[in-house]
């Protein structure tokens, strides 16, 4: 092969491109602008067994009171404010409908607009998480009217703050929501009590539901990474269910030690198991229009008359930050997705976040990784450089065989390969060792887009956030540079469209990544400044070997 590193650009320039490709197949859907949108009538509504079958799909005994299915009325807003929430609950369901991250700005141009999770903004659009008890006597739904005894709460000084919602059925059940928050946590805990005051037996269960609209378009972008349900149980830790999959059918699972979520970039909303030894059904549904729920369905209880009973479950609305999530629940971490090269982006985001504890910068840890990467490679690069290195010697020779035989293939392949064999010279040589940081790269790639610890990370300078493009263009700029000089430690083309094409390469690249996250950019810059310096003292000390 007379230019093994033209193929192996073409190679990398075809990954890059079936990346860009996935992304926009599978995560680039579009988000239309929904016309009409209403609450869908929950599966659990309909469908409720004894505690015994744990399936959603025979008993319809079960159904909440009262039987409006519409879920357009509104209470009061309760407003809830903690050291790191905003809240907001509607008295009608205790439904969630407004859930602010404070620490977390939409972007540094606007700090005061805060990443809002939960929200209900019309019926056309909104997200809210919503819930309910369903039985065969009284129950709630996410239109029962609740009481409360405020309509503001703040964590002040305290470790939580409690919101207690009251409902009392004609018949003398008590049903106490309370959903509670904690100092300096995502999470909350959403209990009812169900308070049998009646003459019978009551039996039901809770159920818990994250019903949202598709989001309206956005701005095409070139970072954009799956939004959808995610079903997580011991027999499948994360599965996958896009909206389109909700369109085509439902899924249910009921398993032990399991969650459901909403998934967005750097973010999410989960429900979880307070018990995780506890039978749980899990869900998604397609709305009666174009909303998309997933559920939980907790056990059914029996409670007799003058008895008092419990139903409990977590929700988690907030960030992927991997090392608190991963307490939460098991397998909730896989929702920080850093696809099939997942064994090597773990250890690379384990060696970033390690070397940030030094640096508090998140652009010298990656210049420090890269750095890391290039010792962990030296040998076999140094290899691959020798072999260029000794390309380049024999460049003259092999240029004047091609002469010599330019009208005979079958003698110019024979008299390249003796030359090869006499100097031991493998034509690629090469490529192996970029080959090899092919998947880093890639890894590395997914690494910065989905880690929400490098969102918005500072580097130096102009470069203010890592996780997205340089605005100004100045590293891909400098990468394209970097390429180009690169290209000149190596043997050229003797075939003179490819040489061509090798020279508009590094422009075509550097347009390329200037659609990139800066921090894979610079990633890039490092190694090639490092490369370029260990390729040209091998270089020179082959040149100097044989003079």
């Known amino acids: 092969m007379e230019t093994p590193r033209f193929l192996l650009l073409i190679s990398l320039g075809l990954v890059l491109t079936m990346i860009y490709t996935t992304w926009i197949n599978d995560y680039g859907q579009s988000k239309p602008n929904l016309e009409s949108t209403g609450a869908a009538t929950s599966p659990l509504e309909q469908d409720v067994l004894p505690s015994d079958v744990p399936s959603l799909s025979i008993d319809k005994s079960l159904s909440p009171s009262p039987a409006n299915k519409e879920h357009d009325k509104k209470g009061k807003t309760i407003n809830v404010t903690t050291d790191v929430l905003d809240i907001k609950i509607d008295t009608a369901g205790g439904s969630i409908v407004r859930a602010a991250l404070k620490d977390y700005p939409v972007s540094k141009k606007d700090p005061a607009r805060k990443i809002t999770l939960l929200y209900k903004k019309d019926t056309n659009y909104f997200y809210v998480l919503q819930g309910g008890v369903l039985s065969r006597g009284d129950g709630v739904n996410p239109d029962t009217a609740f009481n409360a005894e405020n309509i503001s709460y703040s964590i002040g000084n305290d470790d939580s703050v409690s919101v207690p919602l009251y409902f009392d059925s004609e018949s003398g059940v008590r049903i106490i929501k309370t959903i509670t928050f904690y100092r300096g946590k995502y999470v909350a805990d ?100 174009r909303n998309y729920i997933v559920g939980a369905g907790l056990p059914t209880q029996n409670i007799a008359p003058g008895k ?35 064994f090597l982006a773990k250890p690379l985001y384990w060696l970033l976040d390690y070397i940030n504890m030094f640096t508090k910068n998140w652009g010298w840890s990656i210049v420090l990784v890269t750095v890391f990467l290039k010792l962990l490679f030296f040998k076999l690069s140094a290899a691959g450089y020798r072999s260029m290195a000794n390309m380049r010697r024999v460049q003259p020779r092999l240029v004047a065989i091609k002469e010599r035989y330019k009208d005979d293939r079958t003698q110019l392949n024979k008299a390249m390969m003796d030359i090869y064999k006499k100097e031991k010279i493998n034509p690629l040589g090469g490529c192996f060792p970029i080959l090899v940081q092919i998947p880093v790269f890639i890894s590395l790639y997914w690494v910065l887009l989905e880690s929400v610890e490098l969102r918005q990370a500072e580097f130096i300078f102009w470069i203010q956030d890592l996780s997205i493009a340089d605005p100004f263009f100045v590293l891909p700029l400098l990468m394209g540079i970097s390429m180009y000089l690169q290209q000149k430690l190596n043997p050229a083309p003797m075939d003179p469209i490819q040489a061509k094409v090798m020279a508009i390469l590094p422009v075509v690249f550097t347009v390329f990544f200037a659609f990139f996250p800066a921090g894979l950019v610079l990633y890039w810059v490092a190694n090639n400044i490092l490369s370029i310096a260990q390729q040209w003292v091998i270089t020179r000390n082959i040149e100097k070997s044989n003079s």
Not at 190 to 215: F, H, L, P, V
Request: charged share 25%.
């Open 190 to 289: 959403i209990d009812y009590e169900i308070s049998n005051q009646s003459q019978g037996d009551w039996t039901g269960r809770a159920y818990a539901e994250i019903n949202r609209t598709k989001q309206k378009e956005q701005e095409s972008r070139f970072i954009y990474t799956y939004t959808g349900a995610v079903i997580s149980t011991p027999k499948n830790r994360y599965e996958k269910i896009s909206f389109d999959d909700i369109d085509d059918e439902d899924e249910e699972a009921s398993a032990t030690n399991g969650w459901v979520a909403m998934l967005q970039h750097h973010f999410l909303t989960a429900l979880i198991p307070s018990d995780k030894d506890e039978m749980y059904t899990y869900y998604t549904r397609k709305g009666n229009t």
């Open 308 to 342: 008092t009973s419990t139903f409990s479950h977590k929700v988690y609305f907030g960030p992927k930050t991997q090392k608190e999530i991963e307490k939460i629940a098991e397998g909730l971490s896989l929702t920080v997705d850093y696809g099939i090269f997942w």
